[in-house]
């Protein structure tokens, strides 16, 4: 029988993951949107914001006790992903470094994966390619061994953190006939080594990257895990999030739906709440009813994840019930708030176009 009652460790730490997204990321939004995604909320702003959770003991959540993490379960880290996720605010909580990069070799943790823990160095993983989405084995940056260096050739697309990157984890075709059977490496890649990125306007306030790789040398050394062994960290690094975007978007519906509760309870037509009216009680329903199932089925795959077992399908599962929840969520919310919810005097927009990309 599976058990998932939360113990009061995990309640101790949601609450107070959501003190501190109430008391600091929520007051600052009307201004982030208002500057287009920037103003105050800078590089500077969000490290002493982390700093500040810091000692609160919101560091490395999911980084080993080794390295200074708290080394936290899945399940409780999908409880402070749901936390964050009531806010649109693009915050995470300092101490973390992509997964794949505990792989590293005693130079390159060094370098790079301590430096990345501290906050003093920041990481990009690129894989997506214009020509390779979800299809990961049609990648076509090549990487071809010259002497003791590797020279790499090729263009990654929608590449998150990738405009303020100073090292890149790249996936590459180091030998075409083999392909995802043994033929990607993954390399380290400095900034510094070449490589270039600009910045791709979206819909919403993430601003990805495409990187490009014009005979960009990278020395053996930095070759991450074994020659052949690059699509096996791919799908590693891809899987952690599975369970980890459906949590906030399990956050932001739950925000999103009491915001219209609210609404509907204060907001009176023809002498009587708009509560009242069915078609808005409807709607209220429907989404708490999705919002319970993505919550369980996130639970699950959060679960699986602990145990140790295979966890693609039932994060797989979680991913698609919990971002289609959310986008239909929020569109009833718009709708119950009429013209409101439709102006930036509300972050219900935001929301709204954000949340898309999730999907």
Known sequence: MVDFDITDEQRAIRETVRSFVDAELMPQEADFVRAGGTATFGHAEIRALQARARRDGLWGVSTPEEYGGSALDAVTQSLIATE?????????????????????????????????????????????????????????????????????????????????????????????????????????????????????????????????????????????????DGFRLAMEWIGRGRFLIPSQAIGA?????????????????????????????????????????ARWLVLKAAWTVDQGRDSRHDCAIAKLSGTTMANRVVDRVMQIHGGMGYTREMPIEQFYRDMRLWR
């Open 84 to 228: 964050l996720g009531r806010t649109f605010l693009p915050f995470r909580f300092g101490g973390e470094a992509d997964n794949i990069l505990y792989y590293a070799d005693d130079r390159q943790t060094k370098e790079y994966l301590l430096p990345t823990i501290e906050g003093e160095r920041t990481s990009c993983f690129a894989i997506t390619e214009p020509g390779a989405g979800s299809d990961a084995a049609a990648i076509r940056t090549t990487a071809r061994q010259d002497g003791s260096d590797w020279v790499i050739d090729g263009e990654k697309t929608f590449i998150t953190g990738g405009n303020d990157a100073d090292f890149a984890i790249v996936i590459t075709v180091t030998d075409p006939e083999k392909r995802s059977r043994g033929g990607f490496t993954a390399f380290l890649v400095d900034r510094s080594m070449g490589w270039t990125s600009s910045p791709i306007s979206t819909m919403g306030l993430a601003r990805p990257a495409t990187l490009s790789f014009a005979g960009v040398r990278v020395p053996d050394s930095n070759m991450l895990g074994e020659p052949g």
């Open 253 to 293: 519906g739950e925000r999103l739906l009491s915001m219209a509760i609210g609404y509907a309870t204060d907001r009176t037509t023809f002498g009587r709440p708009i509560a009242d009216n069915q078609a808005i009680g409807w709607m209220i329903a429907d989404s708490e009813v999705e919002l319970e199932a």
